[in-house]
């Protein structure tokens, strides 16, 4: 191996993914009641069918970026062992978590001369950075060493698409992604958002759906509009506590797209606290975004 990759646990990678490439993860904390929780624990599971019946019942959730030292603490052992280090971070637009790992590769950079840091914007969100994260894996295994793993990222990471809607206004309106007349009007009349994230990193509502299937269908027409080979494609979706939605979302790629394969798994509790329940995002390799 090359050099190692460390990630965040907004990647909101399976356990599976994350052992089959030996990712290294800092996680992000969210707090219930006050509590805090971490949202990534190397070979545990969190309850997350749990975690979003809190959030139904309405209790008090808040959530914060993982701080530079986390970062470091991640790092620098791979760096003693004379490793080098790739780091991509959850996108700058949506948490600090980018610019703390950032700060950690600076100073270790300097501590560790004789090493390679190197820190990478997502510009992604959820599993979109984790299927970013997931090509640099596939870099690494083709033979790429890390400075071209990370040119790669640099010019490819505008291509990774990320469409999503959700089912419930009421988490968006609470984050401050929509006002609370469009989240009053939407509820009554079954109107649904269809948001993306776009080339800065940040959340952008593009267009509404009348009804959950019509904004489930949005998604894929937008795939449909910008997806490139799609049959070679193994592209991730993932879920608020909606598993049938989102296989349903999986179905219609299957059908309209003809998609190699698919990836599902939850959105995790530091997302999830501003999408809420009901969430359904798609992530693919398109075009642009």
């Not at 599976?16 to 993860?25: G, N, P, S």
């Not at 990534?40 to 997350?48: A, Q, T």
């Not at 948490?95 to 270790?108: F, I, N, P, V």
């Not at 009804?211 to 991730?236: F, H, W």
């Amino acid at each position: 191996m090359s050099f190692e990759i460390v990630t965040d646990s907004s990647c909101n990678l399976p356990n599976e993914v994350i052992d089959r490439y030996d990712l290294k993860i800092v996680s992000l904390v969210f707090m219930v009641e006050g509590k805090p929780y971490r949202s990534y624990v190397k070979g545990e599971e969190n309850d997350l069918k749990r975690f979003y019946t809190m959030m139904r019942n309405k209790e008090n959730i808040t959530t914060s970026c993982a701080n530079e030292q986390a970062c470091a603490d991640a790092i620098e052992p791979l760096l003693k062992e004379g490793k080098d280090v790739l780091f991509i971070g959850f996108s700058s637009a949506l948490s600090g978590t980018y610019q703390e790992g950032a700060k950690a590769c600076e100073r270790l950079q300097k501590m560790y001369p004789e090493r390679k840091v190197r820190a990478v914007d997502s510009l992604c969100a959820s599993l979109g950075e984790g299927l970013l994260v997931t090509y640099a894996c596939q870099c690494r295994e083709s033979g790429y060493d890390i400075e071209t793993t990370y040119e790669w990222l640099e010019d490819n990471k505008r291509k990774l698409c990320h469409w999503f809607t959700v089912d419930d206004l009421f988490f968006l309106k609470r984050g401050g992604r929509v006002s609370a007349a469009t989240a009053v009007l939407g509820t009554m009349l079954g109107i649904k958002p269809v948001m993306h994230v776009d080339d800065q990193g940040r959340l952008i509502n593009v267009a509404k759906a009348r009804g959950r299937r019509g904004s489930l269908d949005a998604l894929v027409d937008r795939m449909e509009k910008t997806c490139i080979n799609p049959e070679k494609q193994t592209i991730y979706i993932s879920h608020g506590d909606c598993l049938e939605d989102a296989q349903y979302v999986a179905d219609r790629c299957r059908e309209r797209l003809k998609v190699k394969d698919v990836l599902i798994h939850y959105v995790d509790p530091v997302i999830g606290a501003h999408s809420g329940p009901g969430t359904v995002a798609l992530f693919f390799f398109g075009e642009t975004r």
